[in-house]
């Protein structure tokens, strides 16, 4: 079965058909885990607040904390039309403001802060179809400026900043149906893409996270043979992928977060079951994932947010319910999961943010009333 994130956009922007977010019918009544989710009462997330609202409604859009603590939000889908806007929030006024506009429509692009404090936006889909463009953001002066395209058009991929100040761009899905297992540099002093290793596995729709080694980790995701459960090590000193122990169970749409400990948290998403509410962790001595508490709440496409005090709070996100406004702790001491305020609104294909005053704004995504511009704080 071939699916795609924008095959499942078009089944999900109509408030009445809420049961699933896959474009594959035939999972709609599939059951989320029956395992007993473990939970602890030890913390409780503080509430969630309205800021004010963007300027355009948006989602499966990108956003970044810049170096002077504002957030730049790029891009996104709105409408059934690919957006080429871009807005600044000041958490010192709660306001946003619009900014310069990008070169190029897109959605489902990554963005990137590059070392001199630039943003790099790189694919996603727009006008023409899956893009290879990339441009950058100067935060000084509000303006975009075209860069080298990539060496392939690709979406829903991932993009990581590595030690050396370059930008490694993974997988995701071009014009031709293609699960990429191709990878690519981009060096900011040069302004050009080169190739690097590729991936064993092709894959869209998955996590990347860089370890505390300086190594990137890729895990999940979907492909032509369906949902993935393997994960892969990208060594920048090599430029070698090297496969590392598989998931405890096929995962994509599900978010990872890098604890304190240096290890590797992955929670929820959608496998060939259904909604997950099952978690894990990736241990970098072992290469090995080992289960952990289970989330009170299945859900997919949902936000993860680091804490100051390294635990972790995802937000909103859908399930065979529907669209979710709730919000839960994961404790990395304990391994424990807690429900938190809900949000103000239900949302998926949201970004969240975690705010220099360590606050979380959460933006935009796609509600019950449809496509969103509104923003609310974790306070």
Known sequence: MTTTIASTITTTTSATSRTSTTSTTTRTTSKTSTTPSTSTTTYIPSRWLNTSSMNSPRYTHTTTVLSSGKVLIVGGYSYSVSMFSAELYDSSTGLFTTTGNMNTLRYYHTASMLNNGEVLVAGGYDSDGYSYTAERYNSSTGIWTMTGNMNAARYAHTASVLANGKVLVVGGYNE??????????????????????????????????????????????????????????????????????????????????????????????????????????????????????????????????????????????????????????????????????????????HAASVLTNGRILATGGLGVSGDLNSAELCV
């Open 176 to 349: 031709l149906g293609h699960y990429l297992t191709s990878t690519e540099l981009y060096d900011p002093s040069t302004g050009i893409w080169t190739y690097t290793g590729n991936l064993n596995t092709g894959r869209y729709a998955q996590t990347a996270s860089i370890l505390t080694n300086g190594k990137v980790l890729v895990s999940g995701g979907y492909n032509s043979v369906g949902y993935v459960n393997s994960a892969e090590l990208y060594d920048p000193s090599t430029g070698v992928w090297t496969k590392v122990g598989n998931m405890t169970i096929a995962r994509y749409l599900h978010t990872a977060s890098l604890l304190t400990n240096g290890k590797v948290l992955v929670a929820g998403g959608y496998t060939f079951v259904g909604y997950l509410n099952s978690a894990e962790l990736y241990d970098p001595s072992t290469g090995l994932w080992t289960r952990t508490g289970e989330m009170n709440t299945a859900r997919q496409v949902h936000t993860a947010s680091i804490l100051a005090n390294g635990n972790v709070i995802v937000a909103g996100g859908s399930n065979s319910v529907g669209i979710l406004n709730s919000a839960e702790l994961y404790n990395s001491l304990t391994g424990l999961w807690t429900m938190g305020g809900n949000m103000t609104i239900a949302r998926y294909f």
